[in-house]
């Protein structure tokens, strides 16, 4: 680690109370100037640093410190976690580190995205410090056909995790999307790549974007999106929020020839018995969702009584809030 990131470790760890800036020159081996210009970098990255005359340093203890040793530290599996300040897209940063052979489960999660996307190439809203932006590499052995099923388990553990460290309910919008409320928190957007020589895929990405604080979103998303938490939001709830998603979609995941996801996304599925527009293709209308089977195709019933499986990739559902 960096003097920088060394500083902000030690200071975390006594969040909320001094440590003397002689007292980490002499850990690190550096000088007090040293000391001085990473905690002036600390504070302009956003980081509530207060100098206490004669006693140190300070780190708030609401301050939201993210970093992959903490998050590594609340896992009970390995987990390569890299944390990065900026990336364009975490999806395109962990297609980079597949190309060069990492792993399963390397996670690259950013503080910021300035290119972050969703499904058909929208844009996903991703400014620093507020949201959790989070992609995973997985190497499947199962069919090329299930890889639809990392999306879903992605949704079901993206829930749970909001639920266990928000107290709120989270619901699902088919395919992708997970609700509070009748607001957007989360998008998720799964790429594959498929080798020729194998006739299989070579890895699927996950990439999950939660808003984790309340923030100014732009015009066209108000009224529309939403966070998990509002000004007050927890120390560490995106430390929290991320290895408990990485737990649970580990136990999805691993569950997914055995459709262990199926149940609870379905329960969570909130468009079940409600209108909506379908909108595929030059097929446009209203249309009654029945339900959802077990391949996770949308069951639905249009006004003139035909009915269609809809599977993922060829519909968009814009749900009719009474």
């Not at 100098?51 to 203890?61: E, I, M, R």
């Not at 998050?71 to 364009?88: A, G």
């Not at 938490?229 to 927890?234: M, Q, Y």
Request: charged content about 25%.
């Amino acid at each position: 680690m960096s003097i920088k990131e060394e500083i902000l470790k030690k200071l975390d760890e006594e969040k909320g109370n001094p440590v003397s800036g002689e007292e980490l020159a002499e850990q690190l081996g550096v000088s007090r100037n040293a000391i001085w210009k990473a905690v002036k970098v600390l504070r302009e990255e956003g980081y509530g640093i207060q100098a206490t005359t004669n006693k140190g340093y300070v780190l708030s203890s609401a301050s939201d410190v993210l970093t992959a040793e903490k998050i590594r530290s609340r896992l009970s599996f390995n987990c390569n976690v890299i944390v990065k300040k900026c990336v364009d897209s975490t999806n395109d940063e962990v297609k980079a580190l597949a190309a060069q052979g990492a792993p399963e489960w390397t996670v690259v999660i950013a503080k910021e995205q300035t290119k972050g996307r969703g499904r058909n190439q929208r844009s996903f809203f991703s400014p620093r410090g507020t949201g959790l932006y989070m992609s995973v590499l997985f190497r499947p052995t199962f069919s090329s056909s299930e890889s639809l099923f990392v999306t879903t388990s992605a949704a079901v553990a993206v829930c749970e995790a909001i639920e266990k460290v928000s107290g709120k309910t989270a619901q699902i919008k088919w395919v992708n999307d997970v609700f509070l409320g009748e607001k957007k928190a989360c998008g998720i957007l799964t790429e594959a790549s498929f080798s020729v020589e194998n006739n299989g895929m070579e890895y699927v990405i996950a990439g999950i974007g939660i808003n984790v604080k309340e923030g100014a979103f732009p015009r066209e998303l108000q009224g529309i999106a939403t966070s998990v938490f509002g000004k007050d939001c927890p120390s560490d709830a995106r430390a929290d929020l991320a290895a408990t998603l990485l737990e649970r979609l580990k136990f999805y995941y691993d569950g997914i020839p055995s459709r262990s996801f199926y149940p609870q996304y379905e329960k969570r599925c909130f468009i079940i018995g409600r209108e909506v527009i379908v909108c595929s293709g030059k097929i446009t209308g209203k249309a009654i969702v029945e339900g959802i089977d077990e391949n996770c195709f949308l069951k639905v019933r249009f006004e003139d009584g035909t009915e269609s499986l809809l599977s993922s990739g060829e519909v968009s559902l814009r749900p009719i809030f009474n």
